[in-house]
C-alpha cells in the first residue's frame, strides 16, 4: 500500500459518510492562511471523536492541543448546546486566536473556551476549580508528545470512572517500537505506554491507523476505577 491509496480511500470515506461542512472546511482554510501546520486529524478522525463523545454521551471534554480547533469543531459538537463545556489547551496564542475566530464562527463559542499558555501549567489551575460534578468524561489529547505521560496523569486527576481518555499520534509512523534513539517524542509516547499499561485505573487498547496523515494510531482508555 502507497500513501497514495491511503489518501485515495480516505478521500472516498470522506465523500461517502461525511457531508460538506462550510464551518469545519473554513476552520481548515482559515488555519491553512495563518500558516498553521498541516498537522489537524482527518475528516474520518474528527468524525470518529465525534461519535465517541456521542456515545459516550459527554457534557464536558478536555481538549489538549487546539492547533486551528478543527478537532475542537468536531468535539464540541457532540455535546448538549444546554449545559455542555469544552476546555482546549492551546500552547501558541496565535494558534489560539486562529482556533476562537473558527471556533466562533461554527456557532460553539458560547460552550467552548480556549485557554492559551502551556498546558502543564493551565491543568493545575483547571484542577484547582474543578468540583466532582465538574469532571470530564473525555479528554482528547493531541499536544507535544514528550509530555504525553504527564498529560494522561492530568487526565486522570481530572476524571471519574467511566471517563474516556484518547490520546493521538502514538505509533509514530512505527516508530514507537525504537528503544535509545533520542527522539523525545517516541521516547514520551514509550513512557505513556507504560504508565498506562501498569495503571489499574485504566483499561486501555491503541488501534494503527493509514490515512491522509500516514502511517500512525491512536490510544483508547477507559477510566475503571
Not at 470515506?13 to 488555519?31: C, G
Not at 461554527?106 to 492559551?116: H, M, P, Q, S
Amino acid at each position: 500500500m502507497t500513501q497514495e491509496q491511503w489518501n485515495a480511500v480516505d478521500a472516498y470515506l470522506t465523500d461517502t459518510l461525511i457531508p460538506d461542512d462550510p464551518a469545519l472546511d473554513s476552520a481548515l482554510a482559515a488555519s491553512d492562511a495563518a500558516g498553521l501546520p498541516q498537522i489537524a486529524v482527518s475528516p474520518p478522525q474528527g468524525k470518529l471523536l465525534h461519535l465517541l463523545a456521542r456515545t459516550q454521551g459527554a457534557r464536558r471534554v478536555l481538549e489538549i492541543g487546539t492547533l486551528g480547533g478543527y478537532s475542537t469543531i468536531w468535539l464540541a459538537r457532540a455535546l448538549p448546546q444546554d449545559g455542555g463545556r469544552l476546555i482546549s489547551l492551546e500552547y501558541d496564542p496565535a494558534h489560539a486566536e486562529v482556533a476562537r475566530s473558527n471556533i466562533a464562527a461554527a456557532g460553539l463559542d458560547k460552550i467552548v473556551e480556549v485557554r492559551t499558555g502551556a498546558a502543564l501549567d493551565t491543568l493545575p489551575r483547571i484542577a484547582a476549580e474543578l468540583t466532582e460534578a465538574d469532571r470530564f468524561d473525555l479528554v482528547f489529547i493531541d499536544a507535544d508528545k514528550k509530555n504525553n505521560p504527564r498529560y494522561v496523569e492530568w487526565a486522570l486527576r481530572l476524571t471519574r470512572p467511566g471517563s474516556l481518555i484518547i490520546v493521538d499520534n502514538v505509533v509514530r509512523a512505527g516508530r514507537v517500537t525504537e528503544t535509545g534513539g533520542g527522539d523525545e517524542a517516541i521516547e514520551g509516547t514509550r513512557e505513556m505506554f507504560d504508565l498506562v499499561a501498569r495503571e489499574p485505573r485504566l483499561d486501555a487498547t491503541a488501534v494503527q491507523t493509514v490515512g491522509t496523515k500516514g502511517y500512525d494510531g491512536f490510544l483508547l482508555a477507559r477510566v475503571v476505577s
